[in-house]
T-cell receptor, first 112, second 113 residues
Framework: GDSVTQMEGPVTLSEEAFLTINCTYT??????LFWYVQYPGEGLQLLLK?????DKGSNKGFEATYRKETTSFHLEKGSVQVSDSAVYFC???????????FGKGTMLLVSP | DAGVIQSPRHEVTEMGQEVTLRCKPI?????LFWYRQTMMRGLELLIY????????DSGMPEDRFSAKMPNASFSTLKIQPSEPRDSAVYFC???????????FGPGTRLTVT
């Protein structure tokens, strides 16, 4: 079945550091890929998405590129802020299916 | 738009009691999803509806759990009887027919003592 694997956290960074959170997936065909973010005490929010190979999703300084050859969708940001502290979830949706398959989430802690 | 609305935000109950969680999806959305989030198991899909009809309930842990969607603007998740292992945050999410994105509510934190 489909699966998403994320690096374990927490990831601890200082403000303005470079961020990478790794995500790899297993799925049939060409799924759509997503990054969701969950701030403390809130529900998940879509951060960015990519629907086909080599697409780059971007939002709020975050980027991720859909790499079919390595089945990866790594999240990056050039300079993190304290306000980026949250849990980040990688997810996929197989074409023609309604449901999302989520990774276990990676907690990011950014200190001033 | 008000977004997905869930109530209550927090629920504390004793083992054996019935618990009902409520969700109002975004107006016009055709899909509604119920999830459970715990530290041990992460985010789990319990059940989802399309046009008020349950499509897949394979994630519902056992018969103590039931979900209904009597109309397009309201859904409930019921646990009867509740057990301490049901303690978790329960999320509702909705999605439009042609959309890619699921919109999540703020969640209900359930504590069963």
């Amino acid at each position: 079945g489909d699966s998403v694997t994320q690096m374990e956290g927490p990831v601890t960074l200082s403000e303005e550091a470079f961020l990478t959170i790794n995500c790899t997936y297993t799925a049939t065909g060409y799924p759509s890929l997503f990054w969701y973010v969950q701030y403390p005490g809130e529900g998940l929010q879509l951060l960015l998405k990519a629907t086909k190979a080599d697409d780059k999703g971007s939002n709020k300084g975050f980027e991720a590129t859909y790499r079919k050859e390595t089945t990866s969708f790594h999240l990056e940001k050039g300079s993190v802020q304290v306000s980026d502290s949250a849990v980040y979830f990688c997810a996929l949706r197989r074409t023609g299916y309604s449901t999302l398959t989520f990774g276990k989430g990676t907690m990011l802690l950014v200190s001033p | 738009d008000a977004g997905v609305i869930q109530s209550p935000r927090h629920e504390v109950t004793e083992m054996g009691q019935e618990v009902t969680l409520r969700c109002k999806p975004i107006s016009g959305h055709d899909y509604l999803f119920w999830y459970r989030q715990t530290m041990m198991r992460g985010l789990e899909l319990l059940i989802y509806f399309n046009n008020n009809v349950p499509i897949d309930d394979s994630g519902m842990p056992e018969d103590r759990f039931s979900a209904k969607m009597p109309n397009a603007s309201f859904s409930t998740l019921k646990i009867q009887p509740s057990e301490p292992r049901d303690s978790a945050v329960y999320f509702c999410a909705s999605r439009g027919q042609g959309g890619n994105e699921q919109y999540f509510g703020p969640g209900t934190r359930l504590t069963v003592t």
